[in-house]
């Protein structure tokens, strides 16, 4: 196992943070804590790196006990924490001669391992980090935190408040290292993610809800889902918050998914409910459910 | 009758030396829209908003907000405006009761039609068993729903947010936005950002900004018709990449 937790608590004061977690993650897995801000993923982070010490509980990553062999570990991982923890006033080249040097290498002997993602920053090189946008910023973070070739990748929301295109690219890059042979661990509040994962974790409130891949998570999931559509969004949630065999409602992109609380479910008797109801442009068609879905109905 | 525009921007600019971080923007939004303000990080939304807000003066173009110019009557825009954004949040010291007391205040609204607002927004919001509880002590999603509720205590004509429901778990995410659906209903204009794309679908329209300028304005629906896709993360994937 490249990760493996048993067991691991952590409470801060009177908040349980992390109850009883255990997973697994193999060797070369691309693997994810999926759940919102408060969830415990930041702690979960900070235990297998090292940086915190839990309050019950073992761990271990590359075969280093988190605890007794925590200088090992931490020569042996990259660590890409949430929040931008750079030299702001070092430049770009700087940062990243530094990072190489406190772990006993050079940019040039592991060049091979950053190349497709520093050259987008090797413009830049002599800008200082604070001065860089967002997205440069992250893709120096990962830099930095691959320079001594670690084995094992963590990266702890690096999408967090990113756009769609610039979270795309990102995850190509995960999936570039992931075939280089490197572990990643990665968490984020973006449930669309999840499906670039080979497995993940859904966690909300310090307990983990499923540990799966992600297509056999959604499988799971107990309901047929049906897209239903109306002329007006808030009107049509209302409406079928109102309909006695509503078991759950929830608001999709331009649909909502509506389940039913019977096993045989009439398209027919719900429309005419909703017509009565005087909505216009009806359609229910049944659809598959997603992760959103499959978070929902676990974290109920 | 002609539908009343609580935004109007024409030509709007705001020039950084000579960087336009937006470049001549021209948009309405209509009373009681729900808008979506969409862009790729630097694309040029948060100065936009800012010229808005009436924090920050454009370099050139004309804009009114809620019927106020943003350039001579940027104290007006303020008060007629609400605002809300994932960081500016509330005072986690004080209690939810306190919070909206101080806000209320804030806003210039007198002690009778607080205690009112009050006693309605901690019943709406079912926050009663918790509302002499510091607002610090609450989960995200309850901060950003009661924090959305307060952007709205003075009942303004248009609230602004600012990715309100970054990092929120899914369930709370789909009840911020039937709140959002609600105050809409009752003629307050929404104008939202947001990085999640299933959230574009839920707006009467949706705008987006690539370097600066809008490229595209138009229903979700016409949208991904124009682009010929399926959802709005390949229209917004489209636009930004090309």
Known sequence: ?300 | MKEENVIEAEELTKAFGDFKAVNAISFEVKKGEIFGFLGANGAGKTTAIKMLIGISKPSSGQATVAGFDVYTQRESIKKNIGYMSQKFALYDDLTVKENITFFGGIYGLSRAKIKEKREQLISELGLEDISNKLVGSLPLGWKQKLSFSVSLLHDPKIVFLDEPTGGVDPITRRQFWEMIYKAADRGTTIFVTTHYMDEAEYCDRVSIMVEGKIEALDTPKKLKEQFKVDSMNDVFLKLARE
């Open chain 1, 1 to 300: 196992m490249s990760i493996t937790l048993n067991h691991i608590s952590k409470s801060y004061k009177k908040l349980k943070a992390v109850q009883d977690i255990s997973f697994n993650v193999e060797p070369g897995e691309l693997f994810g804590l999926i759940g919102p801000d408060g969830a415990g993923k930041t702690t979960i982070f900070r235990i297998i790196t090292t940086l915190l010490i839990p309050d019950a509980g073992t761990a271990s990553v590359a075969g280093f006990d988190v605890i007794k062999d925590y200088q090992a570990i931490r020569n042996t991982v990259g660590y890409m924490p949430g929040r931008f923890s750079l030299y702001q006033d070092l430049t770009v080249e700087e940062n990243l001669t530094f990072f190489a040097t406190i772990f006993g290498t050079t940019i040039a002997e592991n060049y091979d391992l950053i190349e497709d993602i520093y050259v987008q920053i090797e413009p830049f090189k002599d800008r200082r980090a604070g001065k860089l946008s967002g997205g440069m910023k992250q893709k120096l973070a990962l830099c930095c935190a691959l320079i001594h070739k670690p084995k094992v990748l963590f990266l702890d929301e690096p999408t967090s408040g990113v756009d769609p295109v610039s979270r795309k690219e990102f995850w190509e890059m995960l999936k570039r290292l992931q075939q280089k042979g490197i572990t990643i661990l990665v968490s984020t509040p973006y449930m669309d993610e999840a499906a670039l994962c080979d497995r993940i974790a859904l966690i909300q409130d310090g307990k983990i809800l499923e540990i799966d891949a992600p297509e056999a998570i959604v499988n799971k999931f107990p309901k047929k889902i049906y897209n239903v559509g109306a002329d007006n969004m808030y009107k049509l949630i209302r409406t079928l918050q109102g309909y006695e065999h509503l078991y759950s409602v929830f608001p999709f992109g331009e649909f909502v998914h509506y389940t039913d609380k019977r096993d045989s479910f009439e398209a027919a008797d719900l429309k005419s409910y909703l017509k009565n109801a005087g909505l216009t442009d009806i359609s229910i068609e049944a659809t598959q459910p997603n992760i959103e879905d499959a978070f929902m109905e676990l974290a109920k």
